[in-house]
C-alpha cells in the first residue's frame, strides 16, 4: 500500500495530498452526515463504505455509499410558523408603540416608554412548547449531539460540525418560555429585553461554567472519554482515523444535563430577580400593587389590590382600590387579575379629587387608568375616539388592503375620558388607514 500524505485542507473541506512513494499530488474528498430513516437510533447518520478494488488509486476517484436515504423534519415548519408569528407580532406592536411614543410626545412633551404586548407571552410558551415535541419525537438527538460536541470541545476530544446556530435558537425559545412561566408564577410582567440579556450572557460564558460547575462534571467527563475509546476506528496513516462519536444509540442523560447547567443555572438566576423584582416592585413603588392572597377576595371589586389593615378594608398607596375604572368594567379585564404586577410601571393615576384619609382607611379620589396599564392590558386609543385591541387594527389592516372584511375586529368609543362598555365590529369603510394608525394612549377614567 502506498502511503499518502495529507498536506493540507482546500475550502471546500477536501484534502490536498500526495503519494509518498510516486510524488503524485491528489486533491482527496469524501461525504458524510446523510440522516437515517430510522427515528429509534440517537445519531440519524448513515456510515459511507469505500468500495476498494485491487487498484488503490481507484477509491480516489471513485466514492460509492450502502444504503443511502432520507428524512424530513416537518416539525420545522410548525416551529416556523410560530416564530414568524411571535416576530410579526413584535414587530408590529414596536412600530405601534414607536407612533404612539411620538403622538405622546407632540401632545405632552413627555415620552413614553412602552412594554412588550401581551400577546407575545403564549407564542414564546408555545414555541417552547413546540421545541421539546420536536426533540422528543427525534429521540433527543440533535440535543445529544451539540451536548457530545460541547463536551468533546472542551475536553479537547475528537468533535467534528454540528449546526450549533439550531441549537442556540432552541435554547433560547426553552429559555425564554421557561422565564415567562417564572414571571407568571411571581405575577410580574417582565420586558423581553431583560432574559434576553440573561441567555446570551450565561450562553457566552457555558464552557466556564460546565467546566467549573457543571452538575454531572465527574461523570460526564468520564462518559465522553469512554465514548470516544469505543468509536473511534484507527487507521494506518495520520488524519484518517474514522470518528464515529454521532453513532451512540442510547441516549445519555448525564452528559446533556451537564452541558446544559448553563441554562439551568440561567432560569435560577432569574427567578432570584424575579422574586427580588417581585418584593422591590409590591413595598418601594408609588402605584397599586397586588397581594397574592387577595386575588380572590377582590375580583368582585376590580380593584388592584394594595395593603391589608387591621379591619381587613384593602387600600392602595394612589387612591381608592375598591372601584373599577370605567375601562376596566368596560373591556372586562382587570390588570390586577389579568396579568398582576406591572415591573416599574404606573398602572394608575389619580389627578382629579382631593385624597384625603378617613376612617374607612380609604382615599377620596377619581381613579384612572394610565397609558401603561391601557397598553400591557392590550388596548390602544384609535384616533383619540376609540378603543382598539392591539391585534383587531391589524385585522382591520389586512381588511383593507384585501378589500374585504375577513377578519372580524371591534372597538369602544370613548366619550372624553370615558368607554362605552357597547362592543361595535369595525368594517373596513368605517375608518382609514390614516385614522386606523393615528394612536395614541391617555388616561381613562
Same mark, same amino acid.
Given at each position: 500500500?502506498?502511503?499518502?500524505?495529507?498536506?493540507?485542507?482546500?475550502?471546500?473541506?477536501?484534502?490536498?495530498?500526495?503519494?509518498?512513494?510516486?510524488?503524485?499530488?491528489?486533491?482527496?474528498?469524501?461525504?458524510?452526515?446523510?440522516?437515517?430513516?430510522?427515528?429509534?437510533?440517537?445519531?440519524?447518520?448513515?456510515?459511507?463504505?469505500?468500495?476498494?478494488?485491487?487498484?488503490?488509486?481507484?477509491?480516489?476517484?471513485?466514492?460509492?455509499?450502502?444504503?443511502?436515504?432520507?428524512?424530513?423534519?416537518?416539525?420545522?415548519?410548525?416551529?416556523?410558523?410560530?416564530?414568524?408569528?411571535?416576530?410579526?407580532?413584535?414587530?408590529?406592536?414596536? $412600530?405601534?408603540?414607536?407612533?404612539?411614543?411620538?403622538?405622546?410626545?407632540?401632545?405632552?412633551?413627555?415620552?413614553?416608554?412602552?412594554?412588550?404586548?401581551?400577546?407575545?407571552?403564549?407564542?414564546?410558551?408555545?414555541?417552547?412548547?413546540?421545541?421539546?415535541?420536536?426533540?422528543?419525537?427525534?429521540?433527543?438527538?440533535?440535543?445529544?449531539?451539540?451536548?457530545?460536541?460541547?463536551?468533546?470541545?472542551?475536553?479537547?476530544?475528537?468533535?467534528?460540525?454540528?449546526?450549533?446556530?439550531?441549537?442556540?435558537?432552541?435554547?433560547?425559545?426553552?429559555?425564554?418560555?421557561?422565564?415567562?412561566?417564572?414571571?407568571?408564577?411571581?405575577?410580574?410582567?417582565?420586558?423581553?429585553?431583560?432574559?434576553?440579556?440573561?441567555?446570551?450572557?450565561?450562553?457566552?460564558?457555558?464552557?466556564?461554567?460546565?467546566?467549573?460547575?457543571?452538575?454531572?462534571?465527574?461523570?460526564?467527563?468520564?462518559?465522553?472519554?469512554?465514548?470516544?475509546?469505543?468509536?473511534?476506528?484507527?487507521?494506518?496513516?495520520?488524519?484518517?482515523?474514522?470518528?464515529?462519536?454521532?453513532?451512540?444509540?442510547?441516549?445519555?442523560?448525564?452528559?446533556?444535563?451537564?452541558?446544559?447547567?448553563?441554562?439551568?443555572?440561567?432560569?435560577?438566576?432569574?427567578?432570584?430577580?424575579?422574586?427580588?423584582?417581585?418584593?422591590?416592585?409590591?413595598?418601594?413603588?408609588?402605584?397599586? $400593587?397586588?397581594?397574592?392572597?387577595?386575588?380572590?377576595?377582590?375580583?368582585?371589586?376590580?380593584?388592584?389590590?394594595?395593603?391589608?389593615?387591621?379591619?381587613?378594608?384593602?387600600?392602595?398607596?394612589?387612591?381608592?382600590?375598591?372601584?373599577?375604572?370605567?375601562?376596566?368594567?368596560?373591556?372586562?379585564?382587570?390588570?390586577?387579575?389579568?396579568?398582576?404586577?406591572?415591573?416599574?410601571?404606573?398602572?394608575?393615576?389619580?389627578?382629579?379629587?382631593?385624597?384625603?384619609?378617613?376612617?374607612?382607611?380609604?382615599?377620596?379620589?377619581?381613579?384612572?387608568?394610565?397609558?401603561?396599564?391601557?397598553?400591557?392590558?392590550?388596548?390602544?386609543?384609535?384616533?383619540?375616539?376609540?378603543?382598539?385591541?392591539?391585534?383587531?387594527?391589524?385585522?382591520?389592516?389586512?381588511?383593507?388592503?384585501?378589500?374585504?372584511?375577513?377578519?372580524?375586529?371591534?372597538?369602544?368609543?370613548?366619550?372624553?375620558?370615558?368607554?362605552?362598555?357597547?362592543?361595535?365590529?369595525?368594517?373596513?369603510?368605517?375608518?382609514?388607514?390614516?385614522?386606523?394608525?393615528?394612536?395614541?394612549?391617555?388616561?381613562?377614567?
Amino acid at each position: 500500500f502506498d502511503e499518502v500524505y495529507i498536506n493540507s485542507t482546500t475550502e471546500t473541506g477536501a484534502w490536498n495530498t500526495f503519494v509518498i512513494s510516486t510524488q503524485l499530488e491528489m486533491i482527496l474528498q469524501g461525504f458524510g452526515g446523510i440522516y437515517r430513516g430510522s427515528q429509534n437510533e440517537q445519531a440519524n447518520y448513515n456510515t459511507f463504505v469505500w468500495d476498494l478494488s485491487t487498484n488503490h488509486l481507484d477509491p480516489i476517484h471513485w466514492f460509492n455509499y450502502n444504503g443511502v436515504g432520507r428524512i424530513k423534519n416537518s416539525w420545522a415548519w410548525g416551529q416556523a410558523l410560530v416564530s414568524g408569528f411571535l416576530s410579526f407580532t413584535i414587530i408590529t406592536s414596536t $412600530v405601534m408603540a414607536c407612533i404612539i411614543s411620538r403622538n405622546i410626545h407632540l401632545a405632552t412633551k413627555v415620552w413614553w416608554v412602552p412594554d412588550i404586548s401581551p400577546s407575545v407571552g403564549s407564542g414564546i410558551v408555545f414555541r417552547g412548547f413546540l421545541t421539546i415535541l420536536a426533540w422528543w419525537i427525534d429521540g433527543w438527538w440533535a440535543l445529544q449531539e451539540w451536548t457530545y460536541n460541547q463536551g468533546n470541545e472542551r475536553q479537547d476530544l475528537l468533535d467534528m460540525y454540528v449546526l450549533t446556530d439550531s441549537i442556540k435558537s432552541d435554547c433560547l425559545s426553552l429559555f425564554l418560555a421557561g422565564a415567562s412561566i417564572i414571571a407568571s408564577f411571581f405575577s410580574l410582567r417582565i420586558n423581553p429585553a431583560i432574559p434576553v440579556i440573561f441567555f446570551f450572557i450565561m450562553h457566552g460564558q457555558r464552557e466556564l461554567i460546565v467546566g467549573g460547575m457543571g452538575f454531572l462534571l465527574q461523570r460526564a467527563n468520564t462518559e465522553l472519554e469512554s465514548n470516544q475509546m469505543l468509536n473511534v476506528v484507527l487507521s494506518d496513516s495520520t488524519g484518517l482515523d474514522m470518528w464515529m462519536w454521532h453513532e451512540k444509540l442510547d441516549f445519555n442523560g448525564i452528559v446533556v444535563l451537564n452541558e446544559m447547567t448553563w441554562l439551568i443555572l440561567a432560569l435560577i438566576i432569574f427567578g432570584i430577580y424575579c422574586g427580588v423584582n417581585r418584593v422591590y416592585t409590591s413595598r418601594y413603588t408609588h402605584h397599586l $400593587v397586588e397581594d397574592r392572597n387577595q386575588r380572590g377576595t377582590l375580583s368582585d371589586t376590580g380593584g388592584t389590590g394594595g395593603s391589608h389593615n387591621t379591619n381587613g378594608t384593602t387600600t392602595g398607596k394612589s387612591g381608592s382600590s375598591d372601584v373599577a375604572t370605567c375601562f376596566e368594567s368596560s373591556t372586562g379585564e382587570f390588570l390586577r387579575h389579568k396579568f398582576g404586577l406591572m415591573s416599574y410601571h404606573e398602572n394608575y393615576l389619580f389627578i382629579k379629587g382631593t385624597f384625603q384619609l378617613i376612617l374607612s382607611q380609604k382615599y377620596i379620589g377619581m381613579k384612572y387608568a394610565s397609558p401603561s396599564g391601557i397598553w400591557t392590558s392590550g388596548w390602544v386609543v384609535v384616533d383619540n375616539r376609540f378603543l382598539f385591541r392591539t391585534d383587531d387594527i391589524m385585522k382591520v389592516f389586512f381588511n383593507i388592503i384585501l378589500c374585504h372584511d375577513i377578519f372580524r375586529a371591534h372597538c369602544h368609543i370613548i366619550t372624553e375620558s370615558k368607554v362605552d362598555k357597547t362592543v361595535i365590529r369595525v368594517f373596513r369603510k368605517d375608518i382609514t388607514v390614516k385614522q386606523l394608525f393615528t394612536l395614541s394612549l391617555r388616561p381613562l377614567s
